[in-house]
Structures are given as structure tokens and as C-alpha cells.
């Protein structure tokens, strides 16, 4: 058509067809419970910010499983499947959606190509892409807060992480060692190129601001929901100092992102789909029918304190050990389903992405949410004992259980604390009996060596020398029977 002259009526209706489709493609990405991402935020026309809408609904339709499918727990809920994950809500899919495949989205609306601009004959730039939005330096506003009510003691100690597209680590950085003291709060929070992982401590009050901020930050608006925030009892107080850092990852695993990637993570079971799953799998282990692992990928001094029933636990000191523990015990996994959990979820998504990197099991699932969201919706289900974290608190208890024992005399006790010899950063288990006759260290040779140093003049440190560290095998390789297997007695 040339610039000036009246549109065919033939073309006019055709337009105002498109237009009806734009729009009820929109309103269906609208539909769902919460708050669904509604399409590709960035600065595009009308024209190519429908497509985008369109592109955007119908990749998700084509995610749609029949009304007959069943989750892996029995469940009835799953409307979803994508990258081997199950969604049972509209923003869950969108979220997945946005993170992983703009690209795909992209390129289905037509928004990499570069089309001849029908009023004045140019081309528009090609290859725009939605791509990581900037980072906002965005600081809430505190005037209308008592800096009592900013600096109280009585508060909340949040547990959460992103994954995302980060560009400048350094950038994000800095404003969250900006936010954090701006608010008061303390604790620990690793930025890397692949997103965020925190812990910190603050007021109520100062607490509730960092997440609206968060959810409000550019960066993780599409990524990051209310949900993602574990919360617990604690404050400020919980943690030393602040320590906001930029790593190579999140989470210390010691594998490069680029080659285990979290995109390749297992499929996520949410609290209720997890519960079903360990009852079924307790279940058939006590007919000895189960073809099941449930398997803990924390530390050992974790789990010693509390675990799932019927779980294992491999007996490592560090994240960062894990990757060589599967190496070690491939035939463990082999043609095995696993049920894999942490504390808060974050993990399990690197773990879980290098157990099914090895393809030797036939499937792999892990908690959404970790042991913390399971506990809120089941503080009495199939986890005993405390959960371990990683703040001077140092548990945290939903029962009365305890499964763990003194070190000297093996009465029950849960509660840790730091080895009194100066040289040594472990854990120990001693009862307040114990405590008081002097056995405070986590070994013979801590115990030794603190004797020694306190009698020292000088107060020399020595160089570490720890029992429970020189004994424990770096990787342990398991020595399970079938038996054990089937009975899931590990």
C-alpha cells in the first residue's frame, strides 16, 4: 500500500481480526491463580508487542497436558510440563517460561527478524531481544519507620535464591550491600553471573522491606515470587557481620556453571508431592519392593541432627564434594528413581543437574522449597530432628524429636557448638554434663591441643591437626546390599 491512500476494506476487516485474536491471546495469558508474567518486557511496538503476547500464550498452550495425566506423587493438580518440570499454576509456567526459552518465544512471534518498515521503506534494527533488564539501584524508603522498629531484635531470618542472567555481578553487588545496610540487616548473600543466593537478618520490619524491594527489582521480577522467601524466627543478631561477595557460583559445588548447568535440574516436586512420594516409597521399601533412593545432598553434620525417614545420607564434609561422591558410587544410582532434598531447594538444583548428567538413573526429582517449605506444610510428616542452618542459631525445630547424640556419653543431644580448641572450626555434640566436666572439643586431639594452648603463655595457635578430619574419608563410597536398598535401611 502507498503512504496516503485509503486501506482496502478487505484489509481493514483482516486487521481488525488480528486485532481480536491479540487481544484474547493476551487475556489468556492473564487467566490462572496469582500473578501471572504476562509477556516479554521490553520496549517494542504495538505491532511486535502483540506478537511477543501471542508468541508468548501459545508456547505455553502447547505445554498444556491432558486432564488425565497424573504427577509422579499421585496428584491431580499438574496443568504443565516443561524441561522435565511440572507446574500446577499459571505464574510457575510463565515464570519457567520467561527464564528459559525467550528465545524460543522470541523467535516464534518474529521479533530477530527484520522486517521492511511499510511507511517510509527502512529497516528496523535486527536481532532486539528482551535479554537481563538493568539493574535498579532502587533503595526503599525508611522515613515513615523509628529506627527502633528498623534495628529491632525480635525479627526474621529470610533463606532464598534466583537463578537468572546476571550481567554485571559486580553492579548487583553493590546494591545489595547498599540495600542490606540501608536496612540494618546482617547475614550472607553470593552473586554470581547465574543469579543470587542470600541469607540475612533484620527486623520485621526491615525484613518485610528487602523482599517487596526484591520482588520489585528489574531483575528478578519475572523469576523471583513471594514463595521463593523462607522465613524463620531470628534477627540481625543470628549472623556476625555482613558479607555481600561476587562468586563464580551460588552455590560452592566447584563445577563450572557453563558445564553443569541449573537448567538441567530434575524435576521439582513441590512439599505435598514430595510428602506423597516418601510415603509410597517407606512403603514399598518395607514389602522390599522399592526402586527408590531418597537421598540427602547436605553435609553429614546436617543430617546427623535430622533427616528423612528411610533416607541416605552421605557422610561429606562440603557441597563441594558431592560431584566426586557420584562419581564414586554411579552403580548406587544405577537404574534407581531419586528423591533428592536440601534445606532450602538451591542444592538440589546444581546437584540434581549433575546426577542426571551421569544418566544412570532413571529419573530424578528434588523438593521444591527444601526441607524449609516442607516443614511448614508438615511439621509432624516424614523429617525428624532439627534442621541445620547456617546462622549462629545454628537449628532450627518443627518436632520434639531428637536423633542425635552427645559425643562423650550419648545421651540425646542436638544442640552444637563451636570445638573450644582455637585451631578447629568443627562442630560438636556435647550435653551440659559433658560441658561441665571440661569436654568441650570435637576430638582426643582437639582436646589435647586446647589443654596445651591454654597453658601457654604465649597463646601460640597450632596448626590444625583434627582427629574427626584426618579419620573421615573425603568421598566415602557406600557399601549398600540390596537388602538395605529395598528396605531403604541405610
Known amino acids: 500500500m502507498v503512504l496516503g491512500e ?14 481480536k485474536q491479540r487481544a484474547a491471546a493476551r ?20 505491532e511486535d508487542a502483540c506478537g511477543a503476547f501471542q508468541a508468548f500464550s501459545l508456547f505455553v498452550k502447547a505445554k498444556e497436558v491432558p486432564a488425565a495425566s497424573r504427577c509422579p506423587g499421585g496428584g491431580e493438580g499438574v496443568r504443565w510440563r516443561c524441561c522435565r518440570q511440572a507446574f500446577e499454576e499459571l505464574p510457575g509456567i510463565h515464570r519457567h517460561v520467561a527464564l528459559h526459552h525467550s528465545g524460543d518465544v522470541g523467535r516464534q512471534a518474529g521479533l530477530g527478524a527484520a522486517p521492511a518498515d511499510t511507511a517510509g521503506g527502512t529497516a528496523r534494527p535486527s536481532g532486539r531481544s528482551c535479554g537481563s533488564p538493568e539493574i535498579s539501584w532502587a533503595l526503599p524508603d525508611t522515613s515513615h519507620v523509628s529506627h527502633d522498629d528498623l534495628t529491632s531484635q525480635v525479627g526474621d531470618v529470610l533463606l532464598y535464591y534466583c537463578y537468572c542472567e546476571v550481567r554485571d555481578p559486580e553492579k548487583l553487588c553493590a546494591w545489595q550491600k547498599a ?34 524491594v526484591m520482588l520489585s527489582q528489574p531483575l528478578f521480577k519475572t523469576t523471583l515470587c513471594q514463595e521463593d522467601f523462607k522465613s524463620s524466627a531470628g534477627g540481625a543478631h543470628c549472623f556476625p557481620d555482613l558479607r555481600v561477595g561476587v562468586f563464580k557460583e551460588i552455590v560452592p559445588m566447584g563445577i563450572d556453571p557453563k558445564i553443569v548447568s541449573y537448567k538441567e535440574t530434575g524435576i521439582h516436586l513441590s ?35 535430622g533427616h528423612f525417614q528411610g533416607c541416605l545420607a552421605p557422610d561429606i564434609r562440603k ?18 528413581r531419586v528423591l533428592m532434598y536440601c534445606t532450602g531447594g538451591i542444592r538440589c538444583e546444581r546437584g540434581s543437574a549433575y546426577l542426571r548428567s551421569k544418566a544412570v538413573c532413571r529419573e530424578v526429582y528434588q523438593l521444591k522449597g527444601g526441607i524449609h517449605k516442607y516443614l511448614e506444610e508438615f511439621p509432624d510428616g516424614f523429617y525428624r530432628g532439627k534442621l541445620f542452618v547456617f546462622d549462629d542459631r545454628y537449628a532450627i525445630c518443627s518436632n520434639e524429636d531428637i536423633i542425635s547424640a552427645c559425643r562423650y556419653c550419648g545421651v ?18 556435647t550435653c551440659p554434663g559433658c560441658c561441665n566436666k571440661g569436654l568441650t572439643a570435637c576430638c582426643p586431639v582437639c582436646q589435647e591441643k586446647e589443654l596445651k594452648v591454654t597453658s601457654r603463655a604465649s597463646g601460640q595457635i597450632l596448626k590444625e591437626e583434627c582427629e574427626c578430619t584426618r579419620r573421615r574419608p573425603r568421598v566415602p563410597i557406600e557399601h549398600v546390599s540390596p537388602r538395605m536398598l529395598d528396605t531403604g535401611k541405610y
Open 27 to 46: 487475556r489468556k495469558v492473564g487467566r490462572g491463580r496469582g500473578r501471572a508474567w504476562v509477556g516479554p518486557r521490553c520496549n517494542l511496538g504495538n
Open 412 to 429: 540425646l543431644w542436638d544442640q552444637y557448638k563451636l570445638c573450644s580448641s582455637q585451631h578447629c572450626r568443627q562442630l560438636v555434640l
Open 6 to 19: 485509503a486501506a482496502p476494506r478487505g484489509s481493514a476487516e483482516g486487521a481488525a481480526a488480528g486485532r
Open 271 to 305: 512439599p505435598q508431592e514430595f510428602h506423597r512420594e516418601v510415603e509410597q516409597y517407606l512403603s514399598q521399601a518395607t514389602q522390599g519392593q522399592s526402586d527408590t533412593i531418597l537421598l540427602d545432598c547436605r553435609n553429614f553434620y546436617e543430617s546427623k541432627i
Open 179 to 212: 540495600l542490606c545496610q540501608h536496612l540494618h540487616l546482617t547475614g550472607k548473600v553470593r552473586v554470581a553471573s547465574e543469579g543470587i543466593n542470600g541469607t540475612v537478618g533484620g527486623s520485621k520490619v526491615a525484613t518485610s522491606l528487602y523482599i517487596k
Open 319 to 336: 557441597f563441594s564434594y558431592f560431584p566426586s561422591y557420584v562419581d564414586e558410587n554411579l552403580e548406587l544410582f544405577k537404574d534407581k
